[in-house]
């Protein structure tokens, strides 16, 4: 396995390592040079035990890096849904009924390399719980091959079972973040409403720790785990690894408010003004299907990708542009310029017919 690749990243060149969030930026004029060698260079030496200790002195070019070519447009990230089925029923889940249902493996690879094709450098794998697709270890290890530094967001549940370890011990991702629903097996288990989920999560991080995989941890904090956000706290601090906090709740994929009543108002969080976001300009969202679109909340209009390839991603501006204005219950809100919402967002919620609290500035008031 090459461990290195070397990419196009708009006006940069860059040298990332599999599993490691660190760069190498080289001039364009040492980029080209790649592409003659056949053997590591002394600057590629040096670079490489300076940021990773990695030893590659003596060893041959093609055997240690994969050179990418630049995509034609200007995406470098992109997050995959590889599918929405999931072992847990979470209350405040966003993805409502959570079918089963997508790509087979052929379609899946030609998502992939569409992906890779386009320039994708960083993707982002997720779900549903993506660690339960009978597909996933197969997957993982094709977008590593084709030059991807891939980020796993999971539920943890699956770390415990060898198929999955020990394709990430052998790929590891460059970050695999895991949500945690509670400290106790109680909380836990009536969050995610599944007996015993406590046990296997915490099974599967001690098991990806030992692994040296890089973990950070997402802490969910609903009413029904609220009164154990600070142990949820002091398990990350124990444990050594980085935690984020998320208690905003959104309404459903299908517009459904159900999840809204979960939301433990007390840890409820402003963000910051919405100025604009990557989305459909260098950065795009997968569904199980291989329907693109700008992000996983402003999910129509989208792209077939796997049947337009990338010259359908040409369309992905036009259609950013399009959701991204003020319509409908916020078309002359004066609070536009300090909204911290932005519009795919705000029509969610206007969907599922939410009060105004859940996600309006007047609402706050």
């Known amino acids: 396995m090459r461990e290195l690749v070397a990419t196009p990243f708009g006006e940069h060149r860059l040298v990332l390592r599999r599993g ?15 592409y003659a060698l056949s053997s590591v260079p002394g600057w590629l030496v040096a670079a490489a035990a300076a940021q990773w200790q990695m030893d590659l002195s ?7 890096l994969l050179l990418r070519e630049p995509g034609p447009y200007a995406f470098s990230r992109a997050t995959w849904e590889i599918n929405l089925g999931c072992d847990y029923d979470c209350e405040m889940c966003y993805l409502g009924e959570k079918r089963f249902e997508g790509l087979d493996m052929d379609g899946k690879r030609t998502l992939l ?25 197969e997957s993982y290890r094709l977008a590593n091959e084709l030059g991807m530094q891939v980020e796993i967001l999971s539920n943890g549940s699956q770390l ?13 991702p460059t970050k695999l973040t895991l949500s945690v629903y509670g400290a106790t097996a109680d909380t836990y288990d009536a969050v995610t409403r599944r007996r015993g989920g406590f046990d296997r999560f915490r099974a599967g991080v001690h098991r990806a720790i030992d692994a040296g995989l890089n973990l950070d941890l ?16 002091a398990w990350a601090r124990e444990l050594g690894l980085r ?20 939301q433990a108002p007390q840890y409820l969080t402003n963000r910051e003004p919405f100025t604009g976001c990557p989305a459909g300009v260098t950065f795009f969202h997968a569904d199980p299907f291989g329907r693109v679109s700008i992000c996983k909340v402003g999910r129509e209009p989208n792209i ?4 337009e390839g990338v010259p359908g991603l040409a369309r992905l501006g036009r259609i950013a542009e399009s959701l991204m204005l003020r319509t409908g219950g916020c078309s002359g809100c004066k609070l536009s310029a300090t909204c911290r919402v932005c519009r795919p967002m705000a029509r969610v919620f206007q969907a599922a017919e939410a009060p105004l609290v859940n996600y309006c500035q007047h609402g706050m008031r």
């Open 20 to 34: 490691s969030p660190k760069a190498v930026q080289l001039p364009h004029a040492k980029f080209a040079e790649l």
């Open 58 to 64: 003596g060893r041959a070019l093609d055997d240690v």
């Open 113 to 137: 390399t569409v992906m890779r094709d386009a320039g994708v450098i960083w993707l982002q794998i997720t779900g549903g719980e993506p660690l339960i697709d009978p597909d996933f270890p």
């Open 160 to 172: 415990r079972r060898d198929r999955v370890l020990d394709v990430l011990r052998a790929y590891p």
């Open 218 to 233: 997402s802490l969910i904090i609903v009413r029904t785990n609220a009164h154990e956000a600070d142990a949820m706290r």
């Open 243 to 262: 935690s984020r906090e998320y208690a905003n709740i959104s309404p459903t994929i299908e517009g459904g408010a159900e999840t809204l009543p979960s």
């Open 304 to 307: 077939d990708l796997t049947a």
